[in-house]
């Protein structure tokens, strides 16, 4: 199997059976099932589908996963099932059980969000793997983690995602991650309602260009440059600059505003790390 990364994502279930896109079905969904008042949904590209975002701190990471290459899709408000209820619909599927399982709620557990990433980002397409990695990520705001209830919880998390084969780790909102979702949101913007599969070839020599002529200039500036040079328009060199830095052919530092009156701050691809690694994308 290859796993590689399209727009929208391509992908099999994963290994506790739940499916991408118009296959996923959240448990929590914001606006509907949810109080928060924060609640925000909009449409991925990436996943083909609508991501909910209970709060802020969720959605500043999930527009940061969007449009990093180091992930191939991302769900929020996954419905993990627990082990228990795993090991009893095994027992049933492999003979040892004759009745069927019923499976409730408090079988069900949502996490903020499950990552399936890429072991590895090249500056070239169709890179394959064997297979991906799960990541589960735990928003959780910082002054509540001292609290005895969000610790029972974040270890029931910890444990079920060890159990299932997940990786796991937790992040809390602060004025970095805030900036840098805001920043994720307009390359995001930039690259909707395109085709961005098609622009691949485009996107790569974008990359090349930016990392061998850019210099500071403010980025509408240099864009309407190279727009002229490539006989095509500043709107398609926009869009091309979107796809770029969702395939990974240029990384930024998201920690500082992007925006068309403002330069744009260039990461070597050596220095570039996913969002959970560092919200800005950057080796800090």
């Known amino acids: 199997m290859e796993y590689q990364l399209k727009f929208p994502c391509c992908l099999p279930a994963d290994p506790l059976g739940m499916g991408y896109g118009a296959d996923y079905f959240t448990k929590v969904q914001a ?5 928060f008042t924060t609640d925000y949904i909009y449409f991925s590209i990436k996943n083909g589908c609508e991501v909910h975002c209970l709060g802020m701190g969720e959605k500043s990471m999930a527009l940061l996963l969007e449009i990093s290459p180091y992930v191939l899709a991302y769900r929020c408000q996954y419905p993990m099932l627990l082990e228990h209820a795993r090991a009893r619909i095994d027992a049933y599927v ?35 793997l064997e ?52 920043s994720a949101r ?11 599969n098609e622009g691949i070839s485009a996107a790569a020599a974008l990359g090349e260009i930016f990392y061998r002529t850019y210099t500071g200039d403010m980025l509408d500036e240099y864009l309407i440059k190279v727009s002229k040079k490539l006989s095509i328009s500043a709107d398609e060199c926009y869009q091309y600059l979107s796809a770029a830095i969702n395939f990974g052919f240029l990384f930024v530092d998201l920690s500082f505003p992007v925006g068309t ?21 950057k080796v800090n």
């Not at 492999?94 to 980002?121: F, K, N, W």
């Not at 307009?186 to 961005?196: A, D, M, P, R």
């Not at 009156?261 to 969002?275: E, G």
């Open 94 to 128: 492999t003979g040892l059980q004759d009745e069927m399982p019923e499976i409730r709620q408090r079988d069900v557990m949502s996490v903020d969000v499950l990552v399936t990433a890429r072991s590895s980002v090249g500056r070239k397409s169709g890179v394959t």
């Open 186 to 196: 307009k390359i995001y913007l930039w690259g909707k309602g395109h085709n961005v």
């Open 131 to 182: 297979c991906p990695k799960y990541l589960v990520l735990s928003h959780k705001l910082r002054e509540d983690l001292s609290k005895r209830n969000i610790k029972k919880r974040l270890a029931t998390e910890r444990n079920e995602s060890k159990l299932a084969g997940y990786e796991y780790r937790v992040f809390s909102r602060n004025g970095t991650l805030d900036e840098c979702g805001k």
């Open 261 to 281: 009156r403002n330069p744009i701050h260039l990461v070597k691809p050596s220095d570039a790390v996913p969002p959970w690694i560092s919200f800005s994308g």
């Open 31 to 35: 606006g509907r099932s949810s109080a």
